[in-house]
């Protein structure tokens, strides 16, 4: 099976702009968490979306928001960038949703640099 | 709200030497703890998980314990080899994955 894509792979923004960024889990996965990853910080849970639903959402402001299709691919949005929202989004997907202890299975990240 | 706290940030061990990584959490309710190693400019990969009702699990150089009293579980890789240089995540579940901040583990030659 081929795993789970991100798209673009790098970004670079100016403040203020917004950006979408796209994810595509392994086939049959209907799953799809979001974590921003920064130097020090770790992986942080961004939203979790199961079958289009949003089942989950973390500790960011309204400027982060999410969508999934009924294809489960996945989709993240950040409006009014900042220069702290520079970092690394990874998504992953699973089987089954946040609360089964199914495995997460990692994209490669999209890159974002706000300058 | 939900936290783990991951240590050491960083470790750095002799080639063949033992490398213990310790995380503890604070959502009694979790019941999934996975690990993930993350090499430069990679995607993390799991590596290995536990669920909560085993207090251990090992699978070749690599194991993992889990003491739910203590809300703590921790990582072992004996006979370290330089290719297990990387960050090790750990991360714990009831509804959605909380990760440790990471140990960057250096295992020199």
């Known amino acids: 099976k081929a795993g789970v894509t991100q798209t673009p792979r790098y970004l670079i923004k100016t403040r203020g702009q917004q950006v979408t960024l796209s994810c595509s889990p392994i086939?049959?996965?209907?799953?799809v968490s979001w974590y921003q990853q920064t130097p020090g910080q770790g992986l942080q849970f961004l939203f979790e979306?199961?079958?289009?639903?949003?089942?989950n959402k973390g500790n960011f402001p309204g400027r982060f928001s999410g969508r999934q299709f009924s294809n489960s691919r996945s989709e993240m949005n950040v409006s009014t960038l900042e220069l702290g929202d520079s970092a690394l989004y990874l998504c992953a997907s699973s089987l089954m949703p946040g609360g089964q202890a199914d495995t997460q299975y990692f994209g490669p990240g999209t890159r974002l640099t706000v300058l | 709200g939900e936290n783990v706290e991951q240590h050491p940030s960083t470790l750095s061990v002799q080639e063949g030497d033992s490398a213990v990584i310790k995380c503890t959490y604070s959502d009694s309710a979790s019941n999934y703890f996975p690990w993930y190693k993350q090499e430069l400019g990679k995607r993390p990969q799991l590596i290995i998980d536990i669920r909560s009702n085993v207090g251990e699990k090992k699978d070749q150089r690599i194991a993992v314990t889990l003491n739910k009293t203590a809300k703590h579980f921790s990582l072992h890789i004996t006979e370290t080899q330089p290719e297990d240089s990387a960050v090790y995540f750990c991360a714990a579940s009831w509804d959605k994955l909380i990760f440790g901040t990471g140990t960057r583990l250096q295992v020199f030659p």
């Open positions: 086939s049959g996965h209907r799953s």
């Open positions: 979306y199961f079958s289009e639903t949003q089942r």
